[in-house]
């Protein structure tokens, strides 16, 4: 057991006969009444995301959860391979558990496989990733890195707001968790 007092950005507490990881969390002291902490959870089987209030020095199940380092090997159709980078063992995984990580996912990448209890969950990305632009407009002459943004199509179907500079094959590193440009390659 944990307490809400020491939630921490990126904790995992089994709530309500679910897994939710910590997104965000604010502890509150009203001038009148108890304290509260205020928290954004992901549940890390359907992904949803719920806001959460509870009393301070409320008590949840702390969720151990297990990573295991694989490698992104291929699709087919609606299941993607992946395989354990110590004993070669594959896994499948359904399209709609990794829908948000396949926009960023590349084939003999290297990604945590998550599960809780046998459960296999999902799949955690690194904070960034680099990416190759697929299709976006040419850049012009005179366009600065401090003018606007332009659509840019990723070689994974990511659509990203890039800088006007950016042209066609360009790598970019790209944040996972917001998708948003950080900088070129």
């Given at each position: ?28 002291k009203p001038g009148k009444g108890a ?91 690194p904070n960034s990733v680099e990416l ?54």
């Amino acid at each position: 057991m944990i307490s809400v007092n020491d939630f921490k950005t990126g904790l995992t507490i089994e709530v309500d006969n679910d897994i939710w990881q910590v997104i965000e969390f604010q502890h509150v002291k009203p001038g009148k009444g108890a304290a509260f902490v205020r928290s954004k959870l992901r549940s890390l089987r359907s992904g949803n995301i719920q806001e959460k209030t509870f009393r301070a020095g409320e008590k949840v199940e702390k969720a151990h959860i297990d990573n295991r380092k694989m490698q992104y090997l291929y699709a087919s159709g609606e299941m993607h391979t992946f395989m354990d980078m110590e004993s070669y063992e594959q896994l499948e995984l359904n399209q709609k558990q990794i829908e948000y990580e396949l926009k960023f996912l590349k084939e003999n990448m290297e990604v945590n496989v998550i599960s809780y209890g046998g459960e296999i969950l999902g799949v955690t990305l690194p904070n960034s990733v680099e990416l190759e632009v697929a299709e976006t407009e040419p850049g012009i002459k005179g366009d600065t890195a401090s003018g606007g943004s332009k659509p840019a199509v990723m070689e994974t179907g990511l659509t990203v707001q890039v800088p006007f500079f950016v042209n066609q094959g360009d790598r970019l590193i790209v944040n996972t968790s917001d998708g948003k440009y950080v900088s070129r390659a």
